[in-house]
């Protein structure tokens, strides 16, 4: 597509539900990144894909969280057992090269 | 010490004054570097990859001191438009795609 595209735009789940969260990036770019944002925060790296080779889940911040890309195209966020602090904007980029194009997020709160 | 430090402002500026934002990194290895601008509610946009010679684009002027490690951005007659965060992102040292995000600085340019 002509931009990055998430999915949902909101998200409102209630405490120890899992939530998904998907991005759809630019055709052809290899390179997906998920980020998080909570207000008033700088962005917190989550996870990295490129092309084939093993993600960096570096910055996962617990094991309740996991991604997978599927095709090299798709990429879903997996939240599991969803706490309170995990309630941010998700943003998903993709980069064919130097630049990242970023979707317009997830909102997602958790009550 | 952070990897990406930024002043977190905000600089409150009239129409027309010339701002200039710094930025400090830490790593000496890194690569690449670049100026995102990031409006409230909104996902981060590139402004402008930052070059060792310096660069321009209008009224936006990127400079580099690798000898220093910092990277500044000088906005020239702001117009009410440029009120936004501006981000410093630079390269990681081990993997040049991956990108280490500033907390951004804080401009608001009044009339």
């Known amino acids: 597509g002509a931009g990055v595209s998430q999915s949902p735009s909101n998200k409102v789940t209630e405490k120890g539900k899992d939530v998904e969260l998907r991005c759809d990036p630019i055709s052809g770019h290899t390179a997906l990144y998920w980020y998080r944002q909570s207000l008033g925060q700088g962005l917190e790296f989550l996870i990295y894909f490129q092309g084939n080779s093993a993600p960096d889940k570096s910055g996962l911040p617990s094991d309740r969280f996991s991604a997978e890309r599927t095709g090299g195209s798709v990429s879903t966020l997996t939240i599991q057992r969803t706490q309170q602090e995990d309630s941010a904007v998700y943003l998903c980029?993709?980069?064919?090269?130097?630049?990242?194009?970023f979707g317009s997020g997830t909102r997602l709160t958790v009550v | 010490r952070k990897e990406v430090e930024q002043d977190p402002g905000p600089f409150n500026v009239p129409e027309g004054a010339t701002v200039a934002f710094n930025c400090t990194y830490s790593n000496s290895a890194s690569q690449s570097f670049f100026w995102y601008r990031q409006d409230c509610r909104k996902e981060p946009k590139l402004l402008m990859s930052?070059?060792?010679?310096?660069n321009e684009d209008g009224r936006f002027t990127a400079q580099l001191n690798r000898a220093s490690q910092y990277i500044s951005l000088l906005i020239r007659d702001s117009k009410l438009s440029d009120s936004a965060t501006y981000l410093c992102?630079?390269?990681?040292?081990?993997?040049?795609?991956?990108?280490?995000w500033g907390l951004g600085t804080s401009l608001a340019v009044n009339p």
């Open positions: 980029a993709s980069s064919a090269g130097w630049g990242y194009t």
């Open positions: 992102v630079v390269s990681d040292a081990g993997n040049n795609r991956k990108l280490i």
């Open positions: 930052v070059y060792s010679s310096g």
